[in-house]
């Protein structure tokens, strides 16, 4: 999300300024989403929880009662992402 956020505000992922590194560009996260969604292997409501706390830069919290639902939606998600990632061998097995 950093580096979508980084795009949003007009720089480049190759910028100098970002320190980090990327484990992959976010056209690989999108994609995977939305052939996970496309498939039906994940919904509308996996979506929209990935974005909103996506845009906070933290996954929801188990603890918090109000994000016990957006915890399970986003380690849904999550866990068929990593499938698809793994093939791309974005994401290490571990």
Same mark, same amino acid.
């Given at each position: 999300?950093?580096?979508?956020?980084?795009? &949003?505000?007009?720089?480049?992922?190759?910028?100098?300024?970002?320190?980090?590194m990327? #484990?992959?560009d #976010?056209?690989?996260?999108?994609?995977?989403?939305?052939?996970?969604?496309?498939?039906?292997?994940?919904?509308?409501?996996?979506?929209?929880?990935?974005?909103?706390?996506?845009?906070?830069?933290?996954? #929801?919290?188990?603890?918090? #009662?109000?994000?016990?639902?957006?915890?399970?939606? &986003? !380690?849904?998600?999550?866990?068929?992402?990593?499938?698809?990632?793994?093939?791309?061998?974005?994401? !290490? &097995?571990?």
């Amino acid at each position: 999300m950093r580096s979508q956020k980084l795009r &949003w505000e007009g720089g480049s992922i190759g910028d100098k300024s970002v320190n980090e590194m990327r #484990p992959c560009d #976010p056209d690989d996260i999108y994609r995977a989403v939305k052939q996970l969604f496309s498939g039906g292997h994940i919904h509308r409501a996996h979506v929209q929880v990935l974005h909103r706390f996506g845009v906070l830069d933290r996954s #929801p919290d188990f603890r918090c #009662p109000e994000e016990i639902i957006a915890h399970r939606l &986003w !380690e849904e998600a999550l866990d068929k992402m990593t499938s698809i990632l793994r093939k791309k061998e974005i994401v !290490e &097995w571990t």
